[in-house]
């Protein structure tokens, strides 16, 4: 039997090129270029399958040139790459890698907070700058994290995992909003109140956001938004971005609106607002909440499942739109 063709558009572990060329003719990018949409169209033809990263975009102009495609596999959980109802409507299924960086991403979201309130990278810059030549009693003061309260949007997996860190390890009060509500036993395990959004600003001590990125969760934090926190409060996204307008939290930052921010996602990124780049009160980091090798290792291999399972049995294992899967099936 021919092994099926399959494209990887970014570098990945040896490892998981060496697995999947075992199944697949594999067409790989180990020097990891950056591809055009025209390139990734071009190298997609005659493949079934693609190993992804979550920045590719496939949208009904690179569906409508790759008529051989049938699986997008991400290895991250967000698949806002991904228009699911063009990829639907072309019979291609995409799958995500949830569940295995749950933890890890809930660990670097307080990474981020505690970094944040107790202004870790500013006073460190400080440092390094040779300018600590004295202690004095307000030098860098922060935000009290322990017992305060932790304003949560978006309340999935990552969500509730950072909810029982909050509750558990820290003492925290949890408020959070999310499209639904969780049902009273999970709520209780972490002590949690559902708000709504004007509340959770207004309340919490420390917003952290982690709801999926969507046409409705656009600029979900802008001035309005900001002008509603206290201005002794910070403001974390660990989620995507482009929910932040960031050149309004730069202005609320500068104007200190809200006393700091801490941001792994940024609107356009790899490119940062400068406007960021030049206030002190934010801790910046390139989306790295993920990054810990056997989480990362984990999210790949999951990709590679889903490839595996749907190119060679039908059987995707975290399938985005199901409804192609029936379709296949029937
Ligand atoms: C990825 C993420 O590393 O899984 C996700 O959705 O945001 C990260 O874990 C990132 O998306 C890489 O593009």
Redo the contacts with the bound molecule.
Sequence with gaps: MTKPSILITRAIFPEVLEQLRQHFVVESNQDDVIWSADELVRRLQGKVGAFM???EKVNAALLGQCPHLKLCANM???YNNFDLAAMTAAGVLGTN?PDV?TET?ADFGFALLLATARRVTESEHFLRAGLWTRWSYDMFAGAEVHGSTLGIVGMGRIGQAIARRAALGFGMQVIYHNRSRLDAATEASFNASYVGKEELLKTADHVMLVLPYSASSHHAIGAAELALMKPTATLINLA?GGIVDDAALAEALRDKRIAAAGLD?YEGEPTVNPALLSVPNVVLTP?I???TLGTRRA?AALAVDNLIGFLLHEKAVTPLNPEVLNRAGA
Aim: charged share 5%; aromatic share 0%.
């Design positions: 990263t979550g920045t991250t959980v967000g890698a960086l991403t995507r996602v989306h909440a993920s990054a999210m």
